[in-house]
Each structure stands twice: as C-alpha cells, then as structure tokens.
C-alpha cells in the first residue's frame, strides 16, 4: 500500500492506542462541514492516531454532507426517503464530484512518485 484516502472516514476501531502506529504511507482525508455520521471527533482520531512522520492532508469540504462524497443519483432518487440521495441546500454534488477525482488523482500521482 503506498498511499490512504478517507472520505468522511468512521473511525471509531481505531481509537485504540497506537492503532495507528504502523501508517507510515501519505493520507488524504476528506470530511463533511455538514456530516452528522462522522463528525469531526472521527478526523480527530485519525489525526491523534497516526505516528507525526506521517504525511496527512486533512480537508473538510464546506458545505458538504456525509454522503456528498458518493457518485450523483438520478433525480428520482433524490427524496427524503433516501438520504444518501441527497445533500445540504446549495452544495452541487456533480461539480464537487469532477474536482475530487481530480484531487484524488494528483495525491495518488505525488504519492506513488515518493
């Protein structure tokens, strides 16, 4: 393994001590300002957890909710009744979704050059 992406990371296994001694590799994490899921106690752990050597990119993206981070539904699954369907009022999930592939494939690209 040579490189770790979170996106609105659940943690809770891992805020045993030294749990995360061992990532030694880079870790992009990526949480919601708008998550009730993974709050931002769950960045926390990751953050306390990893050994100081290890190089972390920790962004929460504004606006965003827990499942933002999923591919666009089709409109008619965009309802109350199915929440991963849906995000906070304003937040454009297909434009978020075209520049966090491109985030994503620049920190693989940094990551697997080192």
């Not at 300002?33 to 962004?59: C, F, K, Q, S």
């Not at 849906?86 to 999930?93: A, K």
Request: no cysteine; hydrophobic share 40%.
């Amino acid at each position: 393994m040579k490189a770790l992406v979170l996106l609105a990371p659940a943690t809770p296994w891992y805020q045993r001590e030294r749990a995360l001694a061992e990532v030694r590799v880079p870790v992009l994490m990526l949480t919601a300002e708008h998550d009730p899921h993974t709050t931002a106690w769950h960045a926390e752990v990751v953050r306390r957890g990893l050994p100081g050597e290890t190089r972390l990119i920790h962004r929460v993206v504004e606006n965003a909710g827990h499942f933002s981070f999923m591919s666009p539904f089709p409109s008619s699954m965009r309802s109350s009744q199915f929440p991963p369907g849906n995000d906070p009022e304003g937040f454009d999930r297909e434009a978020f979704q075209a520049g966090l592939s491109r985030e994503v494939l620049e920190f693989l690209s940094q990551a697997m050059m080192s």
